[in-house]
Nanobody, 124 residues
Framework: QVQLVASGGGLVQAGGSLRLSCAAS??????????MGWFRQAPGKEREFVAAISKSGGSTVYADSVKGRFTISRDNAKNTVYLQMNSLKPEDTAIYYC???????????????WGQGTQVSVSS
């Protein structure tokens, strides 16, 4: 059984920063064998792609709305993926979910395992 636990969310003022973490666990599961992604869902909106990173960490993909402000990274030794969020805007307010999949891409259906989400709120 694979478990992904997202943490690090909170309330921050516009222009501030947060770092989200996604810790993976499972008897035989290692994130070194999977691509990892972050998605988010704002109130009243559909869940959308934010960022993804390949198994090795050598390739990353970002949504245009966060490019240049967010950075996804991974520490395979700690079985953890991070999302550093800088220059936060009120429109970044959402529940953020981490997910594990085969390839680093933007499609939800490509990710087999999902975390429970962590709330990020950005005040103006």
């Amino acid at each position: 059984q694979v478990q992904l636990v997202a943490s690090g969310g909170g309330l921050v003022q516009a222009g501030g920063s947060l770092r989200l973490s996604c810790a993976a666990s499972g008897r035989t599961f290692s994130i070194s064998s999977t691509a990892m992604g972050w998605f988010r869902q704002a109130p009243g909106k559909e869940r959308e792609f934010v960022a993804a990173i390949s198994k090795s960490g050598g390739s990353t993909v970002y949504a245009d709305s966060v490019k240049g402000r967010f950075t996804i990274s991974r520490d395979n030794a700690k079985n953890t993926v991070y999302l550093q969020m800088n220059s936060l805007k009120p429109e970044d307010t959402a529940i953020y979910y981490c997910a594990a999949g085969t390839y680093a891409n933007t499609f939800e259906r490509a990710y087999a395992y999902w975390g429970q989400g962590t709330q990020v709120s950005v005040s103006s």
